[in-house]
C-alpha cells in the first residue's frame, strides 16, 4: 500500500504503534478510512463539479440555502434545516435557550494553547522541509504555526532531474516533526550548503516557549500518489492527518499541547462532515475523547459563505475559529463570476483587504464566529482569525539593495494587522441607538454608552518568520484595546523610501492611511475608531441576518478597470510560479517588479491569477 522507496526512506513513519496506550497502525487506518469516506468524497467533489458548469445565473445557483434545505448532523445522525441551524445560532447570541440553540467547543473545552483569544498574534505557515523551516518556524516569535501540506506544501511529487537519493517532500516533513518532538534535534546544529556556502541552523527556544502548532492538510481533491488504498491513490487529507496523528500524539501531549489541524478549502457542510467523521475516526482509534483534536477553517472560498453557519454547525465540537484571507477567496469569487459577460473582475491588484466587498466578507467571518462563539454573554469558544500578509523583508547584505524597501513591508503588515483588529470591534449596545449615532470606541470604554464590546481579530497569518516582521504585526494584534486609538494618534514619523515618504512601524497615521480607514467605516470624520454596532432588532430572526444586501455586499463584482498592465503582471507573476511549482516550490518568492517588493506565493496567488486571465480571454 505505500509506495516501496517511501517505506524503505521512511520506515518509522509507518507500520503499528502505540499511541495513547493503544496499538494502532498506520496503514490499516488510512485504509479503513479511506474506504469509508471516498465514496462521500466523490459525491462533494462530483458536487463542486455541477455548481462550477451549472449554467444558471450567480445569484441563483450560489444563493443563501433554502430555510427548509436539510444538512445531516454527522454527531447525532439527526438532520437539521437551515432555518433551525440559523435559528439557534441567533438563540445562542442573543443567550435564550431553545431546543435549536448551539455554539462551538460546548462538548470539549479548548485547550489554553489553542485558544484564539489567550494566544494573540501571528500565525505563520509554511513547509516544514527542507528541516532549516522547521526550525525557523520554532524560533520565530509568531505564537501559532502551521507546518503545510496544503497550498504552500513540500512536494508530493519528485520534479523532472531531481537526484535520485531527494527524499519526497511531504514525506519528509512528516519525518522532520517527529524527529523534533521526539527531541533528536535538541541541542544540535543542522548543517546545509545553500548557493556554496555552508549554513548552520539550531532550535534556540525550549519546546515550552515553541508556538503553538496546528497542521494543515490538503483539501480533499489531494490525492497521494505514493499511498494507495486498493490500487488507487489514497486522499491526501487522510494521509497526513492520520500520519500526524499517529506519530506525534504522545509527544505532542506530553509536551503540554495537542494535535491540532487547519482545514482548507471546504465549501459545504457536506465538505465539512466529511472532516468530521475523519477527524471523530481518528479519536476513537486512539481512544481520545470526542472533539479532542481541534481545528481552524479556512474560510476561503466564496462558496462556504453561503453556508458558513450550517458548516460551523457541523463542525461544532472542534472548531475554534475560521481564517479570512485575500488570495484564495479573491480566485474563488472569479470563478463563481466565470461564465457571466458582467462578472470580469477589474485587475486583481486593485482588490485588497480594505476593497469594501473584502471589508465585509471579514466582517461577515467575524459575525458568524461571535454568533457561534457566545457562552455566558462572553465571546469565549471561539473567534474569526485574520488573513495573510505576505511581503518577506530583505536581508540589510542584499547585494542588489533591495532591502531599502524594507520600511514599506514593515508599515504593510502593522497597518494589515491593525486594520484587522479595529474591524473586529463588535459593540452590542444593551437599547437600541439613535437613528445616526455612531458611538466612538472612546465612547464605548468611557461607559457613555451602555452595551459589550467584543475584541474579535486577535490572530492573523503572516508567511514569513523574520524577527521585526513578525513583531510588527505581533503589537497591533496584542495591544490592549484602550491602547489601540493612541496608536492611531501616535506622533507620524517617517523614513525616506526611494523618494517617497514611508511611515514607521511605531508611527501614527499618515492622512492617505486615516483617510483609507474612513473609507471603510472604521474611524469617524474625526479619527475616532468607531465599533460595528449590532442592535438586537437587528439580529431578532433567521430573515434579518442572511439578507439580498448582505449577499451583494459580499459577493457583487467590484467596479474598477482592467488594464493591460495588469495583464501583463498577471502573466508574469502566474509564469513565474508555474515555473517554481515544477521545480517543486510551493512556496515560492517571487519580487514583485511594480511594488519592487517580495512576496511569498503558493498555489493560491497563481489560482488568482490563472483564473483571472482565463475569464478575460472567455
Known amino acids: 500500500m505505500i509506495r516501496e522507496d517511501i517505506l524503505r526512506k521512511f520506515p518509522e513513519l509507518f507500520g503499528t504503534k502505540r499511541v495513547n496506550g493503544r496499538e494502532v497502525n498506520v496503514e490499516h487506518t488510512i485504509a479503513t478510512l479511506t474506504r469509508e469516506l471516498n465514496p462521500e468524497i466523490a459525491a462533494a467533489l462530483t458536487a463542486r463539479r455541477a455548481l462550477l458548469n451549472s449554467p444558471e445565473p450567480v445569484g441563483k445557483k450560489y444563493a443563501w ?25 441567533i438563540d445562542n447570541f442573543w443567550g435564550r435557550e431553545s431546543e435549536w440553540r448551539w455554539r462551538l467547543n460546548d462538548e470539549a473545552p479548548i485547550p489554553k494553547d489553542a485558544h484564539p483569544l489567550m494566544n494573540p498574534g501571528l500565525e505563520l505557515t509554511g513547509p516544514w522541509h527542507p528541516l532549516d523551516m522547521a526550525f525557523n518556524a520554532l ?5 501559532m504555526n502551521m507546518p503545510d501540506f496544503e497550498d504552500a506544501s513540500p512536494p508530493h511529487f519528485q520534479p523532472d532531474g531531481t537526484p535520485a537519493d531527494r527524499p519526497v517532500g511531504v514525506f519528509a516533513a512528516m519525518k522532520n516533526a517527529r ?29 515550552e516557549n515553541w508556538p503553538t502548532l496546528f497542521v494543515r492538510p490538503p483539501s480533499i481533491h489531494v490525492r497521494y500518489d505514493h499511498v494507495r488504498v486498493d490500487g488507487k491513490p489514497a486522499p491526501g487529507i487522510i494521509a497526513v492527518a492520520v500520519l500526524w496523528a499517529f506519530n506525534n500524539y504522545d509527544s505532542l501531549k506530553s509536551a503540554g499541547t495537542g494535535v491540532y489541524y487547519y482545514i482548507p478549502k471546504i465549501q459545504t457542510p457536506q465538505e465539512a462532515a466529511i472532516v468530521e467523521k475523519l477527524l471523530a475516526r481518528i479519536e476513537a482509534t486512539i481512544g481520545a475523547a470526542p472533539g479532542t483534536l481541534k481545528i481552524k477553517m479556512l474560510y476561503e472560498e466564496g462558496n462556504a459563505g453561503r453556508s458558513l453557519a450550517a458548516i460551523a454547525w457541523v463542525l461544532r465540537r472542534r472548531l475554534l475559529g475560521t481564517n479570512v484571507g485575500r488570495w484564495d477567496y479573491l480566485g474563488s469569487l472569479i470563478e463563481m463570476w466565470k461564465d457571466d459577460p458582467q ?55 542584499d547585494v542588489y539593495g533591495r532591502s531599502r524597501s524594507n520600511p514599506v513591508a514593515l508599515r504593510g503588515i502593522a497597518m494589515d494587522k491593525l486594520r484587522e483588529r479595529i474591524l473586529g470591534l463588535i459593540f452590542v449596545p444593551d437599547q437600541s441607538l439613535p437613528v445616526g449615532q455612531n458611538p466612538t470606541l472612546d465612547d464605548v470604554l468611557a461607559n457613555r454608552v451602555k452595551g459589550r464590546l467584543y475584541d474579535t481579530y486577535r490572530q492573523s497569518w503572516v508567511a514569513s518568520p523574520e524577527e521585526a516582521y513578525v513583531a510588527a504585526g505581533n503589537t497591533q494584534l496584542r495591544a490592549p484595546v484602550a491602547q489601540l486609538q493612541s496608536i492611531l494618534d501616535a506622533p507620524l514619523e517617517t523614513v525616506d523610501v526611494r523618494g517617497r515618504s514611508i511611515p514607521t512601524v511605531a508611527s501614527g497615521l499618515s492622512d492617505a492611511e486615516r483617510k483609507l480607514l474612513q473609507s471603510c467605516g472604521l474611524l469617524n470624520a474625526h479619527g475616532r475608531i468607531t465599533p ?3 442592535t438586537r432588532d437587528a439580529l431578532d430572526s433567521p430573515e434579518k441576518l442572511f439578507t439580498t444586501d448582505l449577499w451583494e455586499s459580499i459577493y457583487a463584482v467590484p467596479k474598477g478597470d482592467v488594464t493591460i498592465e495588469r495583464i501583463q503582471h498577471a502573466f ?10 515544477l521545480n517543486g516550490n510551493f512556496a515560492a ?8 517588493l517580495r512576496f511569498m506565493n503558493d498555489l493560491a496567488t497563481y489560482r488568482i491569477d490563472v483564473s483571472w486571465l482565463w475569464t478575460l480571454v472567455r
Open 343 to 397: 462578472g470580469v473582475f477589474p485587475d486583481p491588484q486593485s482588490i485588497g483587504m480594505a476593497s469594501p466587498n473584502m471589508i465585509a466578507y471579514q466582517r461577515y467571518n467575524a459575525l458568524i464566529m461571535l454568533m457561534s462563539g457566545m457562552k455566558n454573554n462572553e465571546l469565549s469558544t471561539a473567534a474569526p482569525i485574520g488573513g495573510m500578509a505576505a511581503v518577506m523583508i530583505y536581508p540589510p547584505s
Open 532 to 534: 460595528w454596532v449590532i
Open 179 to 207: 524527529d523534533i518532538f521526539d527531541g533528536r534535534w535538541a541541542g544540535r546544529v543542522y548543517e546545509v550548503t545553500k548557493k556554496g556556502k555552508t549554513r548552520t541552523y539550531k532550535i534556540d527556544r525550549p519546546p
Open 572 to 581: 508574469f507573476m502566474a509564469a513565474n510560479y508555474g515555473f517554481q511549482i
Open 65 to 89: 440555502p433554502k430555510w427548509d434545505d436539510t444538512f445531516p448532523d454527522p454527531v447525532t445522525g439527526r438532520s437539521w434545516t437551515f432555518r433551525q441551524i440559523v435559528q439557534g445560532l
Open 589 to 596: 518568492a517571487i519580487d514583485d517588479y511594480e511594488l519592487k
Open 139 to 143: 524560533n520565530s516569535p509568531a505564537p
